[in-house]
């Protein structure tokens, strides 16, 4: 089974909320991921944690704020957002955090900010 | 500076014609390749990987992809499209070896004409 899930599937919220997006797999994976995407965009990455440590930042404002409490589970949580912020969010998992594997892509949260 | 680029932004193919999506990367060691699919508003599917050996690899769905080195390419093909492809396409090339970053194109658009 290669899948990845995540909830919830859309999510609006205000710019004072706090919120949480959840990422899941069983696949024994040990490197999962937090990408953005922008419409008609190719996705950027996040995050990347490997082996439950962050090992990838890249520059993202502190108004995210990602979370891995086990092998299975990736969370992120969203803090005083903006609109620009509205996106869509993907969570991936691949065996390793090397090139040599394969990411899984799950089907993302529509995050839409007001 | 690692980079991948899909020449084509948008391309339309009737259905039952054959396809060919572009890519071209530009990397200094031995590339590990991949193609993904995304279908609106869904997270992307992994179609293909090239990571050595035959220089054809088969996918997913009926695609096919070849690596070539002397033209830094590594195109996608599929001889008999079906309205079930209209979808974005992503090329992407795995970047540092330990990190297991992506960088992906910036997508080509698949329309398929009935």
């Known amino acids: 089974d290669t899948e990845v899930t995540q909830t919830p599937k859309h999510l609006v919220m205000g710019m004072t909320n706090k919120k949480s997006l959840k990422c899941e797999q069983h696949?024994?994976?040990?490197?999962m991921y937090w990408y953005k995407q922008k419409a008609k965009k190719p996705p950027e990455l996040m995050f990347v944690y490997s082996y439950e440590k962050l090992s990838i930042n890249e520059s993202v404002p502190s108004r995210f704020s990602p979370e891995c409490p086990n092998s299975s589970l990736l969370n992120l949580h969203l803090h005083a957002l903006q609109p620009e912020d509205s996106a869509l969010y993907l969570c991936?998992?691949?065996?390793?955090?090397?090139?040599?594997?394969?990411?899984?892509f799950g089907p993302g949260t529509r995050l839409t900010v007001t | 500076a690692q980079s991948v680029t899909q020449p084509d932004i948008h391309i339309t193919v009737s259905e039952g014609a054959s396809l060919e999506l572009r890519c071209n990367y530009s990397y200094g060691a031995t590339p590990y390749l991949f193609w993904y699919v995304q279908s609106p508003g869904q997270g992307l599917q992994l179609l293909l990987k090239y990571f050595s050996g035959d220089t054809l690899v088969q996918g997913i769905k009926g695609f096919e992809a070849e690596f070539k080195r002397s033209q830094s390419s590594f195109n996608l093909r599929k001889p008999s499209v079906h309205w079930s492809d209209a979808a974005e396409y992503f090329c992407?090339?795995?970047?540092?070896?330990?990190?297991?970053?992506?960088?992906f194109g910036q997508g080509t658009t698949l329309q398929v004409k009935p």
């Open positions: 696949m024994g994976h040990r490197a």
């Open positions: 991936a998992s691949s065996q390793e955090s090397r090139a040599a594997y394969e990411q899984y």
């Open positions: 992407a090339v795995g970047g540092s070896s330990n990190t297991g970053k992506l960088i």
